[in-house]
C-alpha cells in the first residue's frame, strides 16, 4: 500500500506514453476530489502504483477513486481508501473492453463536471463519474447518481454530450459533427423517425452498411445493417445543419404539424443524376430540397 502523500513524479516513468498532467500530493486528512486539481492528482497516483494506464475503468466520486487496468490479459484494480493507494478485490474483468488512456480525460476539476452534470439531471445526490467503454470502441465520461436519474454524458475534452433538438440548426450541428465525424464519404445521411435520431450510413463488407446514430439523449453508436445500396457516395462537407433546420421550418409551416409527429429525411445520391439530394415526410406531405435548403418545386 502506498500513503497517498506519495510523490507524484513517479507517474511519468512507470505508465509509459503519453506523460501524465502534472499534479500535486495530496493529503490522506483532507480529501474532496471535487476540489480543482485533486481528482486528476488522485489518477495519477493510482496510475504510479498500478505501473500501467492501460485502463479498461474508472470511478470517481467525492472522496474516493477506483482505476481498473490490464496487466498481461488479466485486470487488476487499484483504489484510494483511507489515505491510501492499494490494490483490492474487484468483479471487473477484462473481457475485450477498450483499453484507454485516461489520462486523455479532463479531470482538472471534477467538482464543474458534477455541477454541469446537476444542472442536466436535477440532482446531485451520491454523484459517481465512470470512465468506461459505452459502446463500439467509443469510451466516454458519464456522470451518475443514486437514486438513478438521467446518466449524463461528457467528452475527453470535458464537454457535455448535449440532449439535442434535431430540428434546430445547433441540435443538427451537433449531432451530424457526431455521427459524420472525420469521414469524407458517407452514403447517407437522415433523421431515422423510430428513434428520433440522426445517422450517418457508410460502406461496410459487401451487402452491409455500417450507421452510426446518435439519439437525442445518448452518444452516437454504430449498427450493422444489411442492405445493398446502388448510388454514390459523396462529402458530408456538403451538408449544412441550417439549410435542413430551414426546410424543417417549411414543413411545419405547411402542413400544420410539429416535427416532433413522425418527421422524417434523407440526404442521397438517389437521383439521376447521383448529386447528393435531401427528401423530407412529414404528416404525409414530401418535399425535396437542394442541399442549401431551397424546396423544389412539385
Not at 512507470?14 to 500530493?25: C, E, I, Q, V, Y
Not at 445500396?229 to 441550417?242: G, I, N, Q, S, T
Amino acid at each position: 500500500m502506498l500513503a497517498l502523500g506519495l510523490a507524484l513524479s513517479a507517474c511519468g516513468s512507470s505508465a509509459g506514453d503519453p506523460s501524465p498532467h502534472p499534479s500535486s500530493s495530496l493529503e490522506p486528512t483532507a480529501v474532496a476530489f471535487t476540489e480543482p486539481g485533486r481528482a486528476q492528482a488522485a489518477l495519477d497516483q493510482l496510475i504510479a502504483a498500478a505501473g500501467s494506464a492501460h485502463a479498461i475503468k474508472v470511478e470517481l466520486d467525492a472522496t474516493s477513486a477506483t482505476l481498473a487496468v490490464v496487466i498481461g490479459q488479466q485486470a487488476e484494480t487499484w483504489a484510494w481508501r483511507d489515505g491510501l493507494v492499494q490494490l483490492v478485490e474487484s468483479d471487473t474483468a477484462y473481457v475485450g473492453q477498450t483499453i484507454f488512456d485516461p489520462r486523455r480525460f479532463d479531470l482538472a476539476d471534477l467538482g464543474r463536471l458534477f455541477r454541469q452534470a446537476e444542472a442536466l439531471a436535477g440532482t446531485a445526490k451520491s454523484q459517481r463519474l465512470h470512465i468506461v467503454e459505452y459502446a463500439d470502441g467509443q469510451v466516454y465520461m458519464t456522470v451518475t447518481t443514486n437514486p438513478e436519474s438521467t446518466p449524463v454524458f461528457f467528452r475527453a475534452d470535458g464537454s457535455i454530450v448535449n440532449q439535442l433538438d434535431l430540428t434546430t440548426a445547433a441540435g443538427l450541428a451537433e449531432g451530424l459533427a457526431d455521427v459524420i465525424g472525420q469521414r469524407q464519404s458517407v452514403l447517407a445521411i437522415g433523421l431515422d423517425p423510430a428513434s428520433g435520431g440522426i445517422y450517418a450510413d457508410r460502406a461496410g463488407r459487401p451487402g452491409q452498411i455500417i450507421r452510426t446514430l446518435r439519439m437525442p439523449r445518448l452518444p452516437a453508436r454504430q449498427i450493422e445493417l444489411q442492405e445493398i445500396v446502388d448510388w454514390p457516395a459523396f462529402d458530408p462537407a456538403l451538408v449544412r445543419p441550417e439549410a435542413i433546420a430551414r426546410v424543417v421550418d417549411h414543413l411545419e409551416s405547411t402542413t400544420g404539424h410539429s416535427p416532433a409527429s413522425g418527421l422524417s429525411w434523407v440526404i442521397d445520391g438517389q437521383s439521376p443524376s447521383g448529386q447528393p439530394g435531401m427528401r423530407f415526410s412529414l404528416s404525409g406531405r414530401t418535399v425535396r430540397a437542394t442541399l442549401n435548403g431551397t424546396v423544389l418545386p412539385g
